[in-house]
């Protein structure tokens, strides 16, 4: 079993800035991708950004140069730095990590429950 916890959500201006952050816990074997993905109302969730265990990292072309994906392997956690934050960027916001816990004995994805981010003046 794998639990993620996430943190960093809010109201926040466009042009604003936020930091969200995903704590993986639990009997965890192995972790291998991380990523954040975004859903708005109405619609389909979307992947934001991705980042291996290598620290190879991946962004939708709507939020490159403005999103920046980090992780620190020692914690487990993998963060997600918004910068200039537009009103389309509004959606909850999920981390997800593929993992492998001592329990089962292959790679599973793991769900956070999801955060709000909402940019509006």
């Known amino acids: 079993q794998v639990h993620l916890v996430e943190s960093g959500g809010g109201l926040v201006q466009p042009g604003g800035s936020l930091r969200l952050s995903c704590a993986a816990s639990g009997s965890i074997f192995s972790i291998k991708d991380m990523g954040w993905h975004r859903q708005a109302p109405g619609k389909q969730r979307d992947l934001v950004a991705t980042i291996t265990s290598g620290g190879n990292t991946n962004y939708a072309d709507s939020v490159k140069g403005r999103f920046t994906i980090s992780r620190d392997n020692a914690k487990n956690t993998v963060y997600l730095q918004m910068n200039s934050l537009k009103p389309e960027d509004t959606a909850v916001y999920y981390c997800?990590?593929?993992?492998?816990?001592?329990?089962?004995?292959?790679?599973?994805?793991?769900w956070g429950q999801g955060t709000q981010v909402t940019v509006s003046s």
């Open positions: 997800k990590a593929e993992a492998r816990s001592y329990i089962a004995s292959m790679m599973n994805d793991y």
